[in-house]
């Protein structure tokens, strides 16, 4: 559906749990969560419902997130029933990756297309210390296996944070120049756990490829498949390629595409502002139709554009695990 500012919206973003077996520093306080009650949560057929009304506002392209997706019960079993939705033509994942190597199979066959791994470091000491556990093995362990399987395209999200990881640029895109791997490059955005976010952290994109260039060669390409709002570039001679995502420097409200649910069905038209609707109500209607007209109603209220850079604000209460990135 065409929104009031002339975006197709067609891609829906859904949170299938804020739970997650990381604590990445700028995402989740190190003791845990406030997590939504398991009552609150969304059945997966409810997931499945509300995919299948949102199709009839347009929807064609899911995204799975979190929290982490993996750690929710039966993910498998929720990829299938919404491959099963005739007007779905895409299904993704975005994962941290630990759990990807023990279910990849299964995910695959359940009609899983696309996965995005987050990782932002190559070296196993500053990934214990950003994410607060073991497990870069495991990651990239994940990231060969969906290779191997066919998933098309591996994307790798790499948030960038100044003095921690600026200097590992080169090698992440080394590993775009050597394998089949999209990497992009993300700015560090203030939400989530905001003890951890600073403005001398953040790095614009600009500066990030400025060090890329210092190395590469970089040549614009055309769009990567995805929904993203990244632009891409390819290293001479490049398997994979490079994109930078630019919330902060350059937001790209404009061609936004997407609605957001979080794990106990409050839908959002926009990942920063704070509006919700409470699509649980309308599950106990038999019939999908107040489903569609609560999902029509988010779609036309979606703002112009964020306004993140004045900062997430106090009343803005969810994070970004509870939303999904
Ligand atoms: N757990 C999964 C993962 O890490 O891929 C999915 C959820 S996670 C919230 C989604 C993405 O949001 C990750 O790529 C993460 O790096 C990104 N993210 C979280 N907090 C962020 C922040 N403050 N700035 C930029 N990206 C952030
Ligand atoms: Fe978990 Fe993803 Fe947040 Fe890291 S970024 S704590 S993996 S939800």
Not at 165 to 184: A, G, K, M, Q, S
Not at 268 to 282: I, S, V, W
Request: aromatic share 8%; with cysteine.
């Amino acid at each position: 559906m065409i929104d009031n500012y002339g975006r197709n919206i067609n891609y829906f973003r859904i949170s299938v749990t804020d739970r997650c077996n990381l604590r990445c520093r700028y995402c989740m306080p190190e003791e845990g969560i406030d997590k939504i009650g398991h009552e609150d949560i969304l059945r997966l057929e409810d997931f499945a419902r509300i995919v299948k009304a949102a199709t009839q506002a347009g929807i064609r392209k899911v995204r799975l997130t979190g929290g982490e997706p993996l750690v929710r019960k039966n993910i498998v079993q929720l990829v299938n029933y919404i491959a099963e939705i005739p007007m779905i033509d895409d299904i993704a994942v975005t994962t941290n990756g630990i759990l990807f190597p023990v279910m990849a199979k299964q995910l695959k066959a359940a009609g899983l297309n696309r996965i995005n791994f987050s990782l932002d470091s190559l070296n196993e000491d500053k990934f214990r210390y950003i994410t607060r556990h073991d497990g870069l093995g495991k990651v990239k362990t994940a990231i060969f296996k969906a290779l191997e399987l066919g998933l098309n395209p591996v994307k790798i999200n790499t948030v960038i944070i100044r003095g921690f990881n600026d200097d590992e640029i080169i090698d992440f895109v080394r590993l775009t120049h050597d394998y089949p791997l999209h990497i992009r490059f993300i700015e560090f955005m203030p939400i989530g756990d905001l003890l951890f976010w600073d403005k001398g952290r953040l790095m614009d994109v600009k500066a990030i490829k400025d060090i890329a260039e210092q190395h590469f060669a970089l040549k614009a390409v055309s769009n990567i498949q995805g929904n993203g709002p990244a632009i891409y570039y390819k290293t001479e001679g490049g398997k994979g390629s490079i994109g930078f995502i630019s919330p902060m420097s350059n937001h790209f409200c404009a061609q936004c595409n997407r609605i957001r649910m979080t794990a106990d069905g409050m839908l959002r038209g926009c990942l920063y502002d704070k509006k919700e609707t409470d699509l649980k109500p309308a599950l106990s209607n038999p019939d999908d139709q107040e489903l569609l007209r609560l999902i029509l109603q988010t779609i036309k209220a979606k703002p112009a554009r964020h306004l993140m850079n004045d900062g997430w604000g106090e009343e803005n209460q969810r994070k970004m695990y509870q939303i999904g990135g």
